[in-house]
């Protein structure tokens, strides 16, 4: 499947999705999974099981299938979603790990989180945390930049340096990332962590988090997705 054609229907499932219309949906998907394509077998499992139709027909062993098919043949991010499928333990860990190597963008990123607070089975590492962290963080996950800028400010796992945390944190405020957008406000007003007070850009940050908040506020009174 070319990148056009998975746009498209990606494009076309998350009209179905605002529908709840799984049927129209598993049929502009089977047909791709029907000829074997990786990325359909994926997506159609992922929709499934994770996606949040209501009233699906009982095929949830069939999906599952579907799932370890796709991350037997070596796709990164049906071993993440595979991954979620276990309980928590060794096997979802090396799931995690091989997902994240693979290049699963989420992987890479919880692989930071658990790496950072070691709550799993792997050791808590905060080298091993910012390396992660940054492998998304560079793919353009926000809350990837944010805690690695975070772990600038702290010193944790890298080298202390607040010129390079306010760099990440700018990245992830960028597109939208609300936790990003508060922090640069409270550094900016109180001077945490090294960083010069300035009142102008303290005002602007928090000037950009009360608009992610009404468009929050909005989105949830209209029965949407939060900005960001």
Request: a negative charge; one cysteine or more; aromatic letters at 12%.
């Amino acid at each position: 499947m070319d990148d056009s054609t998975k746009q498209r229907l990606v494009d076309q499932t998350e009209i179905l999705h605002k529908a709840n219309d799984w049927a129209r949906t598993e049929a502009l998907w089977r047909p791709y999974v029907e000829q074997g394509d990786l990325e359909a077998q994926y997506r159609l499992a992922y929709y499934y099981l994770f996606y949040g139709f209501d009233e699906q027909p009982p095929i949830r062993a069939e999906m599952e299938m579907l799932m370890r098919s796709a991350a037997d043949r070596g796709h990164p991010d049906a071993v993440y979603w595979l991954s979620h499928l276990c309980p928590d333990g060794e096997e979802r860990d090396a799931l995690l790990c091989k997902a994240g190597e693979l290049g699963s963008l989420e992987a890479q990123r919880d692989l930071g989180a658990y790496y950072g607070t070691g709550d799993w089975t792997g050791p808590c590492d905060p080298v091993r945390a910012a390396q992660w962290y940054r492998r998304a963080a560079e793919r353009g996950h926000s809350d990837a930049q944010y805690n690695l800028g975070f772990m600038y400010l702290l010193g944790e796992g890298v080298p202390s340096n607040h010129e390079e945390g306010l760099r990440w944190l700018k990245l992830a405020a960028a597109q939208g990332n609300d936790t990003s957008m508060s922090l640069l406000s409270d550094l900016y007003r109180n001077g945490h962590w090294g960083v010069p007070v300035d009142l102008s850009e303290a005002a602007h940050w928090e000037s950009l988090y009360r608009d992610w908040e009404q468009e929050f506020a909005a989105g949830n009174a209209e029965g949407g997705d939060p900005p960001g």
